[in-house]
């Protein structure tokens, strides 16, 4: 306890400062906290409270459901399917994005001449929004004039077609969105990369390490933790996919809806097509669950590194 | 001299660095290609990177056939809007959470870091309800509210106060009197210049971006962005290739070209956030 004199001496003045930085803070910080609960906080807790009713647009908790959304989903083929598809789609661009990734970062962590110009030409996918990438892809993968088939004809591979063929569909999605998140893992690694003290490197290699044993023995240990960061961040937007499964599955040449079913499309059909508000909200209770699992695991993972 | 495996490593490092630029930027390229070759010299076999005519009609076509300028115009509003908005509150709310005590700040702090790790996806459906309350479903109101806020920019904010700005400026200018909303005006916000610069340029392409939220809270066409244009363009008129071509292309224009002016503070920028395409 600090003795009440100390601060008699200016305290009308200071108590007057401290009263005009609080209306300030309170002024300034309320009216963004009120926008705040009602555009996040809100709808994150409503979006569960819903799930356990037969919503409606109008009426979102006029009959209660208790688990039957829950129940009904587990039964639900689409659902399942999209919940398989969306999983093998994370999975497989998590673990081709970050290899990739990893291995690029590599080639690009040494005095290369050029460097800059590899990292911005490799984050240009990054930085393009979903839409017209998805929408040349499209083109691309045309089954009859497509780029694609053009270059594969040069090797003697007949013609595919990449969103057409059911089992094919969901490749063609995972190849393309690893091309578009290719450049942001390598970015991040590229960063963790530098941060690797040089003297670490040289230390192995007056050892006698080679190229291989320091990447295994010095430079993925101290990586670990940025390693993981990206693995967790892709798997997590990978979940959400939504935009390029909708632009590359609708239309005539588009694939066939239910081969690239994802958890978000099935999500926006329930909620927005046949207006099931209750059932969709169950269902993105679902996803939020998988991305706090995920979220939990880095952030467990991490805290033991630090 | 260098040792020829050296010289023949360095070699191999290039070339695959070299495939990989051009599979990065080949889609771009055929885009750009497609979008200015006639109708006729689209479907061809096998494809041409050099359209032999070059035309315009496909950007015209855009432009005046399809209602692209206002989706673009659409974009430009969206996106300035929520830009400001964003800059606004972040950096107001950022400066609050880092520079006074009140009580409950730290609980609001993690509340707002903690919201930032929830995907959109998972909260539209309620936020769309809420929508339908405030009777803002397919107006220009709806199709901004969720992009007014940005809870990691509040963090960005909050961080970059902490770092950059010592407490006895804003005590200083305390005792000579200026006001505290002065002081964040004039003096935090100034000093924030590039911060408020990095966190503008996510904003608006985020918003740009934004696909899902404009595909739900629109129903006339007179709303629809640029990126909602293009995704329901595609989806009637699949066999137009030119036009959807050369509307990508605008698309992508604005995001390009901030990107390569700004290129350093964006790549490090958008990696910290973790912010998706």
């Not at chain 1, 984050?123 to 088939?149: C, E, H, Q, R, S």
């Not at chain 2, 919201?115 to 936020?127: D, G, K, S």
Request: aromatic share 16%; hydrophobic share 55%; charged share 10%.
């Amino acid at each position: 306890m600090p003795p009440p004199f100390a601060f008699s001496r200016q305290g009308g003045r200071m108590n007057r400062m401290e009263y005009k930085k609080r209306v300030f803070a309170y002024s300034a910080i309320l009216p963004v906290l009120a926008i705040f609960i009602f555009l996040r906080i809100m709808p994150i807790f409503q979006n569960f409270l819903y799930s356990f009713f037969n919503s409606t647009v109008v009426n979102p908790t006029n009959d209660f459901a208790g688990l039957q959304n829950y129940i009904d989903l587990f039964t639900d083929t689409l659902f399942l399917v999209s919940l398989r598809n969306t999983t093998l789609f994370a999975v497989c661009v998590t673990v081709f994005s970050v290899s990739i990734a990893l291995f690029l970062a590599l080639l690009l962590s040494g005095k290369t001449s050029l460097g800059g110009l590899y990292e911005t030409l490799y984050f240009l996918p990054v930085i393009t929004p979903m839409v017209p990438v998805a929408v040349v892809w499209k083109w691309i993968y045309d089954p009859t004039y497509g780029l694609l088939n053009y270059f594969l004809s040069w090797f003697g591979v007949k013609p595919l077609g990449w969103l057409v063929y059911p089992d094919l569909a969901i490749w063609s999605i995972i190849i393309m969105s690893v091309w578009k998140v290719i450049g942001y893992n390598m970015v991040i690694f590229l960063v963790g990369i530098r941060e690797i003290p040089d003297s670490y490197i040289e230390a192995a290699m007056i050892d006698g390490a080679n190229r291989l044993q320091i990447f295994r023995y010095v430079i993925l240990p101290l990586l670990k933790p940025i390693f993981l960061f990206v693995m967790v961040i892709s798997t997590i937007n990978a979940y959400n996919v939504f935009t390029q499964v909708f632009i590359m599955t609708s239309g005539p040449q588009g694939a066939p809806g239910n081969a690239v079913r994802t958890l978000v499309f099935d999500i926006y059909e329930n909620a927005f097509r046949y207006f099931k508000t209750g059932y969709a909200a169950a269902e993105a209770v679902i996803l939020f669950l998988i991305v706090l699992a995920l979220t939990v695991a880095q952030l467990k993972s991490g805290g033991k590194k630090e | 001299m260098k040792a020829p495996s050296v010289i023949a490593a360095q070699v191999g490092k290039y070339t695959v660095l070299s495939i990989g630029v051009f599979i990065m930027v080949l889609p771009f390229i055929w885009m750009l290609s497609t979008s200015f070759k006639p109708s006729a010299e689209i479907l061809t076999w096998p494809p041409e990177f050099i359209p032999r005519h070059f035309t315009m009609e496909n950007f015209k076509t855009v432009f005046v056939t399809a209602p692209f300028v206002r989706f673009f115009f659409n974009s430009v509003l969206m996106a300035g809007v929520c830009t400001v908005s964003v800059l606004l509150t972040s950096s107001l709310a950022g400066y609050v959470f880092a520079k006074f005590k009140f009580p409950g700040r730290d609980f609001l702090f993690i509340l707002v870091l903690a919201t930032a790790m929830v995907p959109f996806e998972t909260y539209m459906i309620p936020l769309y309800l809420s929508m339908v309350k405030l009777h803002v479903v397919n107006t220009f109101a709806g199709l901004v509210a969720p992009y007014l806020i940005m809870s990691y920019g509040i963090f960005f904010m909050r961080q970059n106060v902490i770092a950059t700005i010592p407490d006895e400026i804003i005590d200083a200018s305390r005792i000579d009197g200026a006001s505290e909303l002065t002081i964040f005006l004039k003096i935090i916000f100034p000093m924030l210049k590039g911060t408020a610069g990095a966190l503008s340029i996510f904003a608006f392409m985020q918003t740009w971006a934004a696909f899902i939220w404009p595909l739900i809270i629109t129903s006339s066409r007179d709303l629809w962005t640029m990126e909602l244009g293009l995704g329901m363009f595609q989806y009637r008129f699949t066999v137009d290739l030119g036009p959807i071509n050369a509307g990508s292309m605008l698309s992508i224009l604005p995001v390009l070209a901030v990107f390569l002016l700004m290129r350093r503070n964006i790549v490090r920028g958008i990696t910290m956030t973790g912010l998706k395409g």
